[in-house]
């Protein structure tokens, strides 16, 4: 067969399969083929009568058969063997895919024979009678259910060469008869390869030990069996599959054979593999996450138990890591835990497991630990190998520290919940100190973190309720004994409670990041302040707000402080923030840079507690300095030791040199004040002159201008 006509063979299956689909719906369409006119008018005379409920058509050559061939299709064709121009043979050709029928003479079953070895579905022999069309009604309705059988046949056929799933049957002795398309795809064989071999051959090869015995499943007793198993494909590579194997039996419940239908799972385990990956590891560091680590902490402590050694629990929290973060952008924030959790697994055993618990918190797990040294040493190591600086894309230099609680099983509890916990209370002790050390659990550390939980859940509904209020210092001039500024010095007053003073409360707030909201009121209430009493004509003078290096460091902070002096309508130069000369320690460029644009807008800046940090020229003379205020610890024995009244005057002195103004406060006696005074020493705050007051007790001092 030429592939002309092997195209023109598939149009016409697919045609007839489509027309037999159908059938039931629609009456059946005959073309009777006869050059004979009696026996055409006899055919309309059977049809006429109703013996034929079909659509019919005539033709009676060669010819003109093909010609109605070639533009519809029949369900069935009865056909005169002899035409006037040719015989049934020739219309055979052309009308590949329906059934047909041959009428012959009497004397001619040798053409008979040959019909039906070229595919006629059956032949009937004309009379002069004709009486063989009364057999034809019969005849041509069993061609018709045969052909829908066929056609049925054929759509499954089809179903099963189309479908994404392997197919393939076996007899009952699992010997290969028929594969569908998919099965090359799936395991590399064409029919060639297989048809006829057993189908061991997926898996004779599969190592039974890493694999499992996925041999033949017996299915005769049930007579069904499906579930996950491994085929080896023809390149030799191993696929797990899932497979649904079935016996199939006749009418008369006859076992022909087997059905096996095989999906490859190839992608979706590796879906699956890539969704435990996830639920168990982090996606930045690759680490153990938290779910994975309390999974295997609840391991080593059954199995520490049962074989009755130690284990520790190290909490890990990096310090100065959201600093970077909210600086140099996320990338590098990203890049610098993946370099950390590198670090990490370097400092450990194999044995110990290293886990991220999010942000840039992360914990170690030491397994069989002879003492508590061990655990020492191992913080020790960390701490070490965190002091050489990341360097991070050849742009950034960036030294962090970390701060380490350690907790041990079973001396500081035998569950893991608690045992988290106590490492996590140790590691904020540790950070508390400082940062970059490390801190044992210790049982007293429970009330000291309860206090805290209390604390900073009532700070939250301080800042939802506005139960903090400020009370108002002033600054005096040394010479003229009159208010040149104000401080506001913020307090918290819960309902029916005691007030309660900044020490209290700010560090709390600090750690938990409460201090930014708090910090929002105190700049715009001390901001409001000062212009309601501008606005009814009470001397104009600056008002200090303490800023804390959180605030501070926002990225945002000149930004909100701006648009906060927009809206109050007070110029900038009544507005001085007070800094902890610790803020200016670290990232000296950025400070030095916001310091710049805080300056440019006419803001003043004052240093809080100077002298008890790291006092140094190098930076005070590079930074926009208005004042500088001599901490409380300095001026309380100034009077009695030398020391004290060494360093104040050494800071009057540098302060001056570089054109920086000098207050000190806590100044609560008179021979204090006179100190200073000789010192030259610009302003004092203190209680000497006069103690925090209220705001209405303050306006009234501060419409006077001066304390008595």
């Known amino acids: 067969m030429s592939y002309q006509d092997r195209r023109v063979y598939k149009k016409k299956q697919r045609e007839t399969l489509k027309v037999g689909v159908s059938v039931k719906n629609r009456k ?7 050059d004979d006119k009696v026996d055409q008018a006899a055919f309309k005379r059977l049809v006429a009568k109703g013996a034929l409920s079909y659509d019919c058509l005539i033709a009676e050559s060669v010819s003109e058969t093909k010609k109605i061939l070639s533009t519809e299709t029949f369900d069935v064709m009865v ?5 006037n121009d040719g015989t049934a043979f020739d219309i055979i050709s052309s009308s590949i ?7 012959t003479g009497a004397g ?7 019909a039906m070895k070229a595919g006629a579905y059956d032949y009937v022999i004309k009379d002069i009678n004709h009486n063989y069309l009364k057999v034809l009604p019969v005849v041509l309705e069993k061609a018709l259910i045969n052909k829908e059988k066929e056609n049925h046949s054929q759509l499954m056929s089809y179903a099963l060469m189309s479908i994404n799933d392997s197919v393939f049957f076996t007899d009952m002795e699992n010997k290969i008869l028929f594969i569908n398309k998919a099965f090359y795809k799936t395991h590399g064989y064409d029919e060639k390869d297989i048809i006829g071999k057993r189908c061991d051959i997926f898996w004779k090869n599969i190592s039974l030990n890493e694999y499992g015995n996925y041999g033949l499943i017996d299915i005769t007793k049930k007579g069904v069996w499906c579930g996950e198993s491994y085929h080896q494909h023809k390149n030799g590579k191993i696929f797990p599959i899932y497979l649904s194997r079935s016996i199939i039996r006749d009418e008369n419940g006859k076992e022909l054979g087997i059905v096996n239908i095989v999906r490859d799972m190839t992608e979706r385990k590796a879906i699956e593999q890539r969704l435990e990956y996830m639920a168990h590891f982090d996606g930045l560091t690759g680490l153990p996450n938290r779910t994975l680590f309390y999974n295997t902490m609840s391991k080593i402590l059954a199995q520490a138990e049962r074989a009755n050694y130690a284990c520790a629990i190290l909490f ?8 970077i973060n909210d600086t140099l952008g996320h990338d590098v924030g990203d890049t610098l835990l993946t370099m950390a959790a590198e670090r990490l697994k370097t400092c450990i055993r194999k044995a110990d497991i290293v886990a991220r618990l999010g942000g840039d918190e992360f914990a170690i797990i030491l397994t069989n630990i002879n003492e508590h040294e061990n655990a020492a040493y191992v913080a020790r190591r960390v701490i070490s190998c965190f002091k050489v600086p990341f360097q991070i894309k050849q742009e950034h230099e960036c030294t962090i520290g970390v701060s380490i609680g350690i907790t041990i099983y079973p001396a500081d509890g035998n569950h893991i919940g608690i045992l988290v916990k106590n490492a996590d209370t ?3 002790h540790a950070k508390g100190n400082g940062g970059n050390s490390y801190h044992f659990y210790e049982s007293s550390m429970n009330t000291a973190a309860f206090w805290k939980f209390t604390i900073e859940k009532k700070l939250r509904e301080a800042i939802r309720r506005e139960e903090f209020l400020f009370h108002y210092q002033p600054q005096i001039d040394t010479k003229t004994k009159k208010i040149v500024g104000v401080e506001a010095l913020i307090r918290w007053q819960p309902p029916d409670s005691e007030l309660v003073l900044p020490e209290k409360f ?7 990041g409460l201090i930014i909201p708090i910090g929002e009121w105190a700049l715009y209430t001390a901001c409001i302040q000062n212009r309601v009493w501008q606005n009814n004509g009470i001397l104009p003078v600056p008002i200090s707000v303490n800023v804390s290096a959180r605030q501070f460091k926002q990225r945002d902070f000149v930004k909100i402080l701006t648009q906060i002096l927009h809206k109050t309508k007070l110029d900038s130069c009544f507005l001085e923030i007070e800094l902890t000369e610790s803020i200016l320690m670290h990232d000296e460029e950025l400070i030095l840079t916001k310091l710049r644009l805080l300056n440019n807008r006419g803001i003043k800046l004052s240093i809080d507690d100077f002298g008890t940090g790291y006092s140094s020229m190098r930076y005070l003379k590079h930074l926009p300095i208005h004042r500088i205020k001599i901490d409380k610890s300095f001026v309380n024995d100034i009077a009695t030791n030398p020391n004290d009244r060494a360093i104040s005057e050494a800071i009057i002195t540098m302060a001056h040199s570089l054109q920086i103004k000098v207050i000190a406060e806590g100044v609560e006696t008179e021979e204090q004040f006179e100190i200073l005074q000789s010192l030259g020493c610009d302003e004092i705050q203190g209680h000497f002159f006069c103690k925090p007051l209220s705001i209405n007790e303050f306006t009234s001092i501060l419409a006077k201008g001066i304390v008595l």
């Open 108 to 114: 001619d079953e040798e053409i008979a024979v040959k």
């Open 28 to 34: 059946p369409k005959i073309l009777f083929v006869d």
């Open 97 to 103: 895919g329906v059934p047909f029928i041959i009428v």
């Open 426 to 428: 140790a590691m904020y």
């Open 506 to 512: 700010v560090s709390v707030a600090e750690e938990t």
């Open 79 to 83: 056909i005169d063997y002899k035409l």
């Open 316 to 323: 890990l929290d990096l310090d100065r890591f959201k600093i």
